[in-house]
Every structure is written in structure tokens, then in C-alpha cells.
């Protein structure tokens, strides 16, 4: 199999295409389109570009609101919560993510919560893109029972259940200096 290497903002030029093309609006793809390139470049393999499929799928389906608007409350200055209109979860963070910085900083800690969304992708997305702000962050996910917990097989395990992230100056500055190429398999698309 041969491969084709694209800058990072190649790669999510080509994802929000492909979502665009499928229905979604241009803020849900935008924001996937960024975190499917960061999971391809950070997370795990199966969540960057290969559930980028599962995505297009839903939005083309109808299980994705193509033309979901998140709304966002902060019922108290450290709680802040996105509904996000039966659209993806990487938007609803997106649009709460400068108040969140903010009031964690000025508060030291901020509770963010999110309801109504498709399946929230690689959850290190989501710290590591705090941590990249200053902020520790610890983020956790509801799931099915899909993985078995011993040899017993009996499945009782969700799957990217918990992400944690702290700032690391080191990384926070190679990241400001660098974007990473991508690679992607030329046959899957």
C-alpha cells in the first residue's frame, strides 16, 4: 500500500471537504477536521482518519444534526455546559473552550459537561488542547460496554473512557513552532 504525505493543513483542508460534502456545516467540519488531523498526529491510530469515516457515515445518515448550532450555559462561573443540538461533540467544546481557559485560570477550576452529542472521537484531543493553554485538565466519557476486562471474556469496559493532559512548556513550544506532515494511505480514499 502505497502512502501520501500532507502538511497538517492539507489534511484538514481534506477532512472539512469531506465533511462539507457529506452535508455537515462549515463549524462542525471545521472542528472536525482539526481534531481528526490532531488524533492522527497524537492519539491513537483507529480515531484519527478511520473514524473520520464513521463521521461522514453519520452525518450522510441523518444520526449526525448536520445543521447542529451547540448551545452553551454556564449555570455558575465554574460550571459551563454544552447541549449540543444532536451535533458532534468537538464543536460544542470549541465554542465553550475560550470561557473555560478563562475561568479556569481565574477561578482554578471549571467544570465543563456536555450532552446530546455523537460519540466525542480520541478524548485526548480535548485535554491536550487545554493542556496546550496552561490548563491541566482531566476529561471523562461515557461508553458502552465493548471490551472484555479479563480472560474470562466477559465484556464490561468502555472504550477512551479517561484523558489527562498538563502543560508541558518544552512541548507547548515546539508545538507553537512546528506543524507536522500527515500521513495517510493513499488507497483509503
Not at 465533511?19 to 462542525?28: K, S
Not at 496552561?134 to 474470562?152: D, F, M
Not at 513552532?177 to 500521513?183: E, G, I, K, S
Request: charged fraction near 15%; glycine fraction near 8%.
Amino acid at each position: 500500500m502505497s502512502q501520501q504525505t500532507l502538511s497538517t493543513h492539507d489534511a484538514e483542508a481534506l477532512v472539512e471537504q469531506a465533511c462539507l460534502a457529506v452535508g455537515a456545516n462549515p463549524a462542525a467540519a471545521s472542528s472536525l477536521a482539526k481534531a481528526t488531523v490532531s488524533a492522527a498526529l497524537f492519539g491513537h491510530p483507529g480515531v484519527g482518519f478511520p473514524h473520520l469515516l464513521d463521521y461522514l457515515s453519520g452525518f450522510r445518515e441523518g444520526r449526525i444534526n448536520t445543521e447542529a448550532e451547540p448551545k452553551i450555559t454556564s449555570p455558575l462561573p465554574a460550571i459551563i455546559h454544552s447541549d449540543a443540538n444532536g451535533g458532534i461533540a468537538q464543536l460544542g467544546f470549541d465554542l465553550a473552550m475560550p470561557s473555560l481557559v478563562e475561568n479556569t485560570k481565574k477561578l482554578g477550576v471549571t467544570i465543563f459537561t456536555q450532552g446530546n452529542s455523537y460519540t466525542t472521537g480520541e478524548l485526548g484531543y480535548y485535554v491536550r488542547r487545554l493542556a496546550l493553554e496552561g490548563v491541566i485538565a482531566l476529561a471523562v466519557s461515557n461508553s458502552p460496554a465493548v471490551v472484555v476486562g479479563s480472560p474470562s471474556g466477559k465484556v464490561i469496559f468502555g472504550t477512551n473512557p479517561m484523558a489527562f493532559a498538563a502543560p508541558w512548556p518544552m512541548l507547548m513550544h515546539r508545538w507553537s513552532l512546528t506543524r507536522h506532515p500527515v500521513q495517510r494511505p493513499s488507497s483509503t480514499w
